[in-house]
């Protein structure tokens, strides 16, 4: 129907120039099968490439270019050719779903993307560009493309128990289309007269130089440090034993040590060796909680801030530099911008929430990223934090991503959980099962050799009243107390503020990001110059925080969560020895969820089992003995029986639906933090002038606190303004906190009468 250069994929760009769709499928095609470069689909790739956007061969879709028509569907043409007539169902889920995410696999589900179907009634209400599938191919091989049909598409290859793994596959190769797709397309919008303009790619690992800058780094770090030799010992164990695992084959393995022991820079030194004697080309760590996110990426920048670029260490989360939107424009920024929404990056630094949701996600922006995981390190901290209702899927996922895509899977943590008493369950949904092995050899005896602090259990386990504990704290001059609610921690807050006043401080969730660091660097100062110093937190401080107390008191809770509290006691060995004191709460309620309150159950009763001499806290056959307990008795196989039915129906919609790390439905608020209050008023004035902006809510995340999405009864809703969408209406997720006097300066933000909900 005339020369090649009549179809465009996509309007013009700034320089007038248009985008020609056979140029655009080809080089899709091309980017979706380097993306998928020895891995099974890889010919899938290259064909899905070529019929994503089939669609646009359309007349009506040519009409919408020039303005003249809306509401047009481009990609179910492809999708169906696909099937029809190559019965590749993996390629056409994946055309299918890189504008409206993966959806479910079926018979009746691929039966709907027939055109005579879509053109008789279109779930989305769209109209299709073209009825006529063969007039589509034929202007498609009038462009000289040809699409071969794959040579063996790997759905017929799945065993038939394999669910979490065919899932995940499919996931890999929707994430090389999708981020072909967005890359070609960006260059054709960011080029000029002269053709399109690729952003440039992400810099590459050089695992020998990156291993040889890290052991400089270590060694200066070693120079300054003011730990005892027992510690240093103990660091130089772990280093070594992580430098001899780095020879073993890529696969899945534990890396069991002891808080302050140095495992932040080990198990690096681990993924970098290993990445050297196998040619893996990325590491990956992932981290539950922010502030051990921004601590770490901090590290590892130090570490190779001299000899590599600044995107050598990309931190992927809300708060991270490169991300926060503060008004630096640069083209560095920028460009690490860009690269976070692929993890084009050699050593990337992410929260769980973001690896895992996206690991189970349908959606095309967060799958774009997961086919970098293939060849890769990926390193799991604080691994402990998984929550057990997710523990098989998320197992299945990961011993599936090893074996199939030759990455190598880490968990680390000093509390090992016993996630191989776990295998016969995962075995259920990938053959591989889950049996890790250990990095730090038993022989080199990590826990016995670093004797910190003694743990003194409540015997017998009675009930401590607050003011007993109050007049305990009394007599030291630095003490760390974590409880397990934020009601617990605002009360004893302000039942010891009069005798500690400026020596008192508070940590907890209902303080925004910028109060809960601003605590801690006042925290570290007072510990470093040995000046009075008591801080009363929840959780938040335990997994990774870096303080030092000589006395910490830890309300009873998860055998795991108190080994955490340990873990900031004496923690460079600077004192004889630091003592842990464990207490139990005066009120009934003292736990903040009923797994919590589970996990707790099992420690007391080994408590009662073994007596105090034997509760051990660096054995790790202690915590392997509660693990299988809790197990046993939480029959995590047994949680979340609605995920695993849509995993079984391969439901790709209801799964990412239904996979969540964070189950509580929440809201994010902009608070009135005094020590920020001028930010506060500049964004609550932009944000309800101009709308929500992505850059809008980075620059916005220092000053957010997320609380459980109120009810309409709730009396927090009178101090919230809903912040207008830029399209029209009003979030249902982002608020301002106007009650500004609700903001409390020691505890964070306090809605007056609110219901025990916003308390616990």
Not at 389 to 400: G, K, M, R, V, Y
Not at 450 to 464: A, G, M, Q, S
Not at 586 to 602: C, G, H, I, N, T
Request: proline share 6%; charged share 25%; with cysteine.
């Amino acid at each position: 129907m005339g020369s090649n250069n009549e179809w465009f994929a996509h309007s013009a760009n700034s320089s007038g120039r248009r985008h020609c769709l056979r140029e655009h499928l080809a080089s899709v095609s091309r980017l979706a099968a380097e993306f998928a470069e020895g891995l099974p689909w890889a010919d899938e790739a290259r064909f899905s490439g070529l019929l994503h956007d089939l669609g646009k061969y359309g007349d009506i879709f040519q009409a919408r270019l020039r303005g003249e028509a809306k509401g047009i569907d481009h990609w179910s043409a492809g999708a169906w050719a696909a099937l029809r007539d190559s019965r590749s169902v993996a390629a056409a889920l994946a055309i299918q779903g890189h504008h409206i995410g993966l959806q479910r696999l079926g018979k009746d589900a691929l039966r709907a993307m027939d055109p005579d179907r879509l053109a008789e009634s279109h779930p989305l209400g769209l109209q299709l560009s073209e009825t006529q599938l063969d007039i589509l191919l034929g202007r498609l091989k009038g462009d000289e493309l040809n699409p071969a049909r794959p040579a063996s598409p790997f759905i017929y290859n799945m065993p038939g128990d394999n669910h979490v793994g065919w899932m995940l596959d499919m996931r890999l190769l929707f994430s090389a289309l999708v981020d072909g797709d967005f890359l070609d397309t960006e260059a054709h919008f960011n080029g000029t007269e002269e053709g399109k303009r690729y952003r440039a790619a992400g810099p590459t690992l050089d695992p020998k130089d990156a291993l040889r800058a890290l052991e400089r780094f270590r060694a200066s770090v070693q120079r300054d440090s003011k730990a005892e030799q027992q510690v240093v010992q103990l660091r130089e164990d772990l280093w070594r034993a992580c430098l001899a695992a780095a020879d073993q084959l890529p696969g899945l393995f534990t890396l069991s040590a002891p808080t302050g022991s140095g495992k932040t820079l080990s198990m690096l030194a681990f993924a970098l060796a290993h990445a050297k004697r196998h040619g893996l080309r990325r590491v990956v760590v992932v981290i539950p909680y922010l502030t051990i996110i921004e601590q770490t990426a901090a590290v590892y920048r130090s570490a190779f801030q001299e000899d590599f670029p600044e995107a050598f260490v990309l931190e992927h989360h809300s708060l991270a530099s490169g991300l926060a939107g503060t008004g630096d424009d640069s083209a560095e920024r920028y460009w690490e911008r860009l690269l976070a929404e692929n993890w084009d990056a050699p050593i990337v630094v992410t929260t769980s929430v973001q690896f895992l949701d996206s690991l189970f996600s349908n959606r095309p922006s967060a799958c774009r990223k997961l086919h970098r995981l293939a060849g890769s390190v990926i390193l799991f901290d604080e691994v402990q934090t998984l929550p057990l209702p997710l523990a098989i899927p998320t197992l299945a996922a990961l011993s599936h991503l090893s074996s199939r895509c030759r990455t190598t899977v880490v968990f680390a943590t000093a509390t090992q959980p016993a996630f191989d008493h776990l295998d016969r369950e995962v075995r259920k949904w990938v053959a591989p099962g889950w049996q890790p092995r250990e990095i730090a050899a038993p022989e080199i005896n990590l826990f016995r050799c670093l004797r910190r602090v003694e743990v003194r259990w409540p015997d017998p386990p009675v009930p401590t009243s607050w003011d007993n504990l109050c007049q305990e704290l009394g007599k030291r001059d630095q003490a760390l107390v974590i409880v397990n609610l934020k009601r617990h921690a605002s009360h004893l807050a302000y039942r010891l503020f009069d005798e500690w006043r400026d020596a008192l401080f508070h940590l907890s969730t209902a303080m925004c990001p910028a109060h809960r660091q601003a605590v801690l660097a006042a925290v570290r100062r007072r510990l470093e110059a040995e000046e009075r110093c008591l801080l009363v937190s929840t959780q938040c401080v335990e997994a990774g925080v870096d303080v030092d107390f000589p006395a910490v008191y830890r309300a009873f809770g998860p055998l795991e969560a108190i080994a955490q509290a340990a873990g900031r006691c004496n923690r460079e060995g600077r004192r004889p020895c630091g003592e842990v004191v464990v207490f139990f709460p005066e009120e009934d309620s003292v736990f903040p969820d009923r797994s919590y309150e589970r996990a707790a159950s099992v420690a007391q009763s080994l408590l009662t089992e073994l007596g105090t001499a034997h509760m051990d806290i660096r054995d790790p056959a202690l915590y392997r003995r509660y693990y299988e307990r809790l197990y046993s008795l939480a029959k995590p196989e047994d949680l979340r029986r609605e995920l695993q039915d849509a995993i079984r129906a391969f439901d790709f919609p209801e799964v990412a639906r239904r996979y969540h790390v964070i189950a509580q439905d929440s809201i994010s608020v902009l608070v009135p933090y005094r020590e920020q209050i001028q930010d506060y008023e500049a964004l609550t004035a932009e944000g309800q002038t101009k709308g929500l902006s992505a850059d809008w809510m980075r620059r916005a995340q220092p000053l957010v606190v997320s609380v459980p999405r109120p009810r309409q009864e709730d009396l927090i809703r009178q101090c919230l303004a809903p912040l207008p969408l830029r399209r029209g209406g009003v979030s249902d997720d982002w608020f301002v906190y106007v009650c500004r006097e609700d903001y409390d300066p020691l505890t964070g933000l306090t809605p007056p009468k609110a219901p025990p909900v916003w308390l616990v």
